[in-house]
């Protein structure tokens, strides 16, 4: 009995150590090939290969650097993990039949990048096209629209430093993928993203015939000691006190945003004074509606576009509401107080009454060839041109990305339908 427990032993070792040296050879093999096929562009060294049988491999010490640019980053520790071995297998299967794998988290420990370097001025020394996504980095700092890495440099950066982890799981039976990306810049902020897509096909090549639908995005910011250094420098530049500093950064933001048309109401924009003042936390998660089409939103009221992406803010963990913006000019002059939101909904009154008009679903056959919104009973937004009229049935054409898709409602689930003139 002694000896068949004895030789198990030994045999379950002899299975590990050879999964070991499996794991490690399949790992150096993959980063060999990637070595010589990046050789051209890019120099890619690592210090050694790690790997566990809870599904997890990775490398040591790694080294990328460019030499057409003469810089690299760094990175302490990168490793792929699995739930398990079994989907560390079948990882490399999917991947074979040219399918999505079902799970994967990738983490970068200790990725180090230099602020003086090339890299880093690609980041910031080109700030992206204004739009509504780019108002929270544009600052009032004199002749400085963006910091950029001489001001990191001034205000005291000098590696930009951060551990991140990104990772997803898809259900294919359930056509949905969850994505979550943390990033702990060291001085600088945590950030979280995460979003969930439904109708996602397990075929990348299905995805553009047939995108996915975003169900939830969240971004939320915690503990954002680059904005406190931020406002603490561009204080100094314009000669300000840290406390009247704020404000002129509200009124930045505002700027910023109705040069975009976008008009917050006086509850938010204080709420966002608020967290200039101690930026905790911030927490932005949006629920579209299902159908909603990204592509005209501008097209819409102000408040259709709230009960479209039925958003939540949270600033240092306290709910703001209620939440409401309004369309403006970009052009229009910028009022004070809260007869500045008054004044928004004015302009965009006048600017909707002769874009939209109400017809009734009993006549919709005469509006074929038209571009119509819809309304059902059930919340629901639809945006498209109408085809026809059949059977109970609207059968219209949908935006969707790039492209379009053909899909129909039945009347008796619309509430209201507008049409565009």
């Known amino acids: 009995m002694s000896k068949i427990l004895k030789w198990s032993l030994l045999s379950v070792l002899a299975i590990a150590l050879l999964i070991k040296l499996s794991l490690w050879l399949s790992v150096r093999s993959i980063m060999e090939d990637a070595i010589a096929r990046l050789s ?6 690592y210090g050694g290969i790690t790997s566990s049988f809870d599904g997890r491999v990775g490398l040591e010490k790694v080294n990328v650097r460019v030499p057409a640019l003469g ?3 760094r990175v302490a520790h990168a490793e ?10 079948r990882f490399k299967e999917r991947l074979a ?3 999505f794998p079902e799970q994967m988290a990738l983490t970068l420990k200790g990725m180090a990048l230099d602020v003086h370097g090339p890299f880093m001025q690609q980041l910031y020394d080109m700030p992206a096209e204004r739009s509504v996504f780019t108002a929270m980095s544009e600052v009032a700092c004199g002749k400085i629209r963006h910091i950029g890495t001489t001001e990191l440099l001034e ?22 993928l969850t994505f979550n990306m943390t990033a702990d810049a060291r001085d600088m902020l945590d950030m979280r993203l995460s979003m969930s897509l439904a109708n996602m096909s397990e075929n990348p090549g299905d995805l553009r015939v047939n995108p996915p639908r975003l169900a939830m ?11 406190r250094k931020v406002q603490a420098y561009c204080a ?12 002129t950064a509200a009124d930045q933001f505002d700027r910023v945003l109705r040069s975009q048309r976008i008009a917050l109401d006086a509850p938010v924009l204080e709420a966002y004074r608020k967290y200039l003042q101690d930026p905790q936390s911030l927490r932005l998660e949006l629920n579209p509606s299902e159908g909603m089409s990204w592509d005209g939103l501008q097209f819409f009221a102000a408040k259709d576009v709230l009960a479209m992406m039925r958003p939540v803010l949270l600033v240092n963990q306290q709910l703001v509401s209620p939440l409401g913006f309004a369309w403006a000019e970009p052009t229009a002059g910028k009022q004070s107080g809260a007869h500045e939101v008054v004044v928004a909904e ?9 874009q939209y008009e109400f017809v009734n679903v009993s006549s919709l056959s005469e509006y074929a060839g038209k571009r119509l919104q819809f309304i059902t009973h059930d919340g629901a937004y639809y945006q498209g041109v109408l085809h026809k009229v059949e059977n109970g049935k609207a059968f219209l054409s949908v935006q969707f990305g790039s492209g379009s898709a053909e899909m129909f409602l039945r009347l008796e689930k619309i509430d209201k339908v507008r049409v565009m003139l």
């Open 40 to 45: 051209p562009v890019m120099d890619i060294s």
């Open 71 to 73: 810089d690299s980053v």
């Open 80 to 89: 792929l993990k699995f739930n398990g071995l079994g989907e560390l297998l």
């Open 97 to 99: 039949e040219g399918k």
């Open 155 to 176: 205000m005291g950066y000098r590696t930009f430093e951060t551990d991140a982890e990104i990772s997803y799981l898809f259900k294919p039976g359930a056509q949905t």
């Open 217 to 227: 995005w969240t971004l939320e910011l915690n503990d954002n000691q680059y904005q």
């Open 236 to 247: 100094a530049k314009l000669g300000q006190s840290s406390e009247a500093y704020v404000q």
């Open 346 to 354: 004015k302009v965009e009154a006048t600017r909707a009454a002769p």
